[in-house]
């Protein structure tokens, strides 16, 4: 909307995001990890994901900074959750702060009360300036991971339990389990086409490095797995495990199944994203897993205008 245009320094322009720019969103996001932390996590299916998000209206609650060339220097999104990203080469222009702004006003024209988001705990630029801003941490988030020279080995399943690999048809089955589970902790259960979208219809989804836990005809555990193309590794997207079946080792039988999936395609390692509000942390450290980086959720209140 007009008068949420920002004010930007010489040389750029800012316009909404469209599908067409998935692409680039991604190289800029891919180019902040890998500056970061040597490697890309993003692929273009997540960021296409986000976009197509219900609730997200991409003319209203996006912004794409471009320089004088053309080329995406910054984005940010504010839906739910806020994202801001400043390409390498364009940080230290004011670039963050202005998106912030734009971010925070957007918001609060959306009738928000607060504003969220997640930043490298290693990026102390980042910190510093929501920081200097007025935002709190309000939750850790850890991405693990779990190396593997050697085949993992997997532990034989409970009594009545098969495992096998995700097929075709499991995908409603797949989605009830999960959002019951998420249910527990998570404030908003996402629709089928919402969740498929993240998963199951993602280009880097990976069917046969994903496990699923059958007690006779009913699915009570899923690891949902990507393979992400530009990191090299096996990444899994969503543990859950029916209630009535918890504290049976289900969840690492299942990881370990992936594990073992990923490793038969050459991968050396596997990662997955969790936070302090799960309470699984214990659980993957249990399965051998290790933090390889930790981010910190950021809240700020929102005054009226």
Same mark, same amino acid.
């Given at each position: ?64 900074? +471009? ?107 797949? +989605? ?65 495990? +029916? ?63």
């Amino acid at each position: 909307m007009p008068d949420l245009v920002p004010v930007l320094p010489p040389g750029y322009r800012a316009v909404p995001a469209t599908a067409k720019d998935i692409s680039a969103v991604h190289r800029l996001v891919a180019a902040c990890e890998r500056e970061l932390r040597g490697r890309v996590h993003t692929d273009p299916g997540g960021v296409a994901a986000v976009l197509a998000r219900p609730g997200l209206i991409p003319e209203l609650d996006t912004l794409l900074i +471009h320089d004088e060339t053309g080329r995406l220097a910054a984005r940010a999104w504010v839906n739910r959750r806020s994202e801001v990203d400043v390409h390498p080469r364009h940080r230290g222009r004011g670039l963050g702060s202005v998106l912030l702004d734009w971010a925070e006003a957007r918001a609060r024209q959306a009738g928000s009360e607060q504003i969220v988001q997640t930043v490298p705990d290693d990026d102390t630029d980042a910190v510093a300036l929501l920081r200097s801003r007025g935002y709190e941490p309000m939750v850790t988030e850890w991405l693990l991971e779990f190396a593997m020279p050697d085949e993992p080995a997997v532990p034989e399943p409970p009594a009545g339990i098969v495992v096998r690999p995700f097929r075709s048809g499991d995908e409603h089955a797949a +989605h009830r389990l999960v959002e019951d589970a998420f249910d527990e902790w998570q404030q908003r259960r996402r629709s089928y086409p919402e969740w498929a979208q993240h998963t199951v219809e993602r280009p880097t989804f990976a069917p046969a490095m994903s496990a699923l836990a059958f007690n006779g005809t009913q699915l009570i555990g899923a690891a949902l797995s990507l393979d992400l193309p530009e990191s090299g590794e096996g990444y899994v997207e969503e543990v859950a495990v +029916h209630r009535d079946h918890r504290n049976r080792g289900i969840a690492r039988l299942l990881l370990r199944h992936a594990f073992r999936a990923f490793h038969r395609e050459g991968r050396r390692a596997c990662t997955l994203a969790t936070h302090s509000g799960t309470g699984a942390l214990a659980l993957y450290l249990r399965v051998g897993m290790t933090v390889r980086h930790s981010s910190t959720v950021y809240r700020k209140i929102l005054q009226s205008a």
